[in-house]
């Protein structure tokens, strides 16, 4: 049975015998809320996927059965809250948008005691049954879930950094868009990388090493840079109760997730700023840090250094590296505790 549906995946690509694959599994934890509904649409459309999986404590069976009548070329599947297995197995990659969103006036770190036991136990199920998958993980506050993933995965004795990820698309998605409103230029011309994590100060733009935006300083330099570090606020704000970022951030996770679908592919050149176990700031006790990664067909191919930074680009950092730390510690210490 295994061999057979590994043997199904090996196929003719223009005419040439090639081991690259045209099938993959992706699977949505979480397809059920804001986010995990557009982003079941998205992945629905991705032509690599020709399976998707939507599980969800709340409303899958509801989200597949309306998405599955999309006419792209992907059997999709519903899963119940009793159904995390049926949806994990066989999974290439599994994107995890699952818990509570922000209300005006908290901070992504005020999600921690909901979401910390959410996603433990997600990981908990990833590492039963697709260990190999690539994880990406969108719940909040990334800084910490990720190192809770991690050491639920590590107790499962299933760990490779290679293969697990924190989503940050959005802010560069967002910093190459508020580049464009400044410059009147095509967001899609603005590459911007972001480093660092994913609240606030640890948001660093790395604003000089792109040509559309390295010529911006002063007043408008700072106010970009506060925008981009606290865009999340915005859209909480406007929402007014009703929750945080949904739309924007299906867009950037279905484009998270088609680069790591484009990496097992085996394409090479996919470079996507995203959150990882890293060595650049490991020797400053930082296990966990996000900058430009290669993407290939084991996940992290290439972890790339920072480049050259300015002196303000520098103080940005300063003020990142001790509250990525105290976020990375805090979701380490939950799972030894727990
Ligand atoms: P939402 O409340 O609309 O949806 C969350 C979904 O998770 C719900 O359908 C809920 O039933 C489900 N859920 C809860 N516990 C679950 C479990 N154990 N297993 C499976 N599903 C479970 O929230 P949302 O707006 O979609 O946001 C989801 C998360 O994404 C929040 O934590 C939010 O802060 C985060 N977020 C992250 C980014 C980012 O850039 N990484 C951007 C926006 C939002
Ligand atoms: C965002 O950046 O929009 C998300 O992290 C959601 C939030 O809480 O701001």
New binding site residues.
């Given amino acids: 049975m295994f061999a057979l549906r590994a043997a199904s995946k090996s196929t003719l690509v223009r005419g040439f015998a090639s081991s690259a694959r045209v099938d993959y599994k992706a699977v949505v934890l979480g397809a059920g809320g804001g986010i995990g509904q557009p982003l079941s649409l998205l992945m629905k459309e991705n032509p690599k996927v020709t399976e998707l999986a939507l599980y969800d404590v709340r409303g899958a069976p509801g989200v597949a059965a309306d998405v599955s009548h999309i006419n792209t070329n992907s059997k999709v599947t519903g899963h119940a809250a009793d159904d995390i297995a049926g949806a994990l197995k066989g999974a290439d990659v599994v994107i995890i948008p699952a818990g509570v969103?922000?209300k005006p006036g908290m901070t992504?770190d005020d999600l921690f005691n909901t979401n910390a036991g959410i996603v433990a136990t997600l990981a908990d199920a990833v590492a039963k049954n697709c260990p190999k998958a690539l994880v990406g993980i969108i719940s909040?506050p990334?800084n910490s879930t990720v190192p809770i993933f991690a050491e639920v995965l590590k107790k499962n004795g299933v760990y490779d950094p290679k293969r697990l990820f924190g989503v940050t698309t959005?802010?560069v998605v967002r910093a190459s868009r508020f580049v464009s409103e400044i410059k009147g230029n095509n967001p899609k011309d603005v590459q911007v990388t972001v480093v660092g994590g994913?609240?606030g100060p640890t948001i660093v733009p790395l604003l000089s090493q792109t040509a559309s935006s390295a010529d911006i300083k002063g007043e408008t330099y700072d106010k970009l840079v506060h925008r981009i570090q606290f865009?999340?606020?915005e859209?909480?704000k406007a929402k007014d109760g009703a929750g945080?970022?949904t739309l924007?951030?299906a867009y950037a996770g279905a484009r998270f997730a088609g680069a790591l679908l484009r990496g097992l592919d085996g394409e090479a050149g996919v470079i996507e700023p995203t959150f990882v176990e890293s060595p650049l700031f490991a020797g400053e006790g930082i296990v966990y840090f996000s900058s430009n990664v290669e993407l290939g067909p084991e996940g992290v191919k290439t972890i790339h250094p920072l480049g050259k930074l300015t002196a303000e680009e520098e103080t940005l950092l300063k003020a990142c590296i001790p509250e990525l730390k105290k976020n990375i510690d805090k979701g380490v210490a939950f799972v030894a505790s727990s």
């Fill in positions: 969103p922000r992504r909040n990334v959005l802010d994913h609240s865009g999340g606020d859209v909480v945080s970022a924007s951030m």
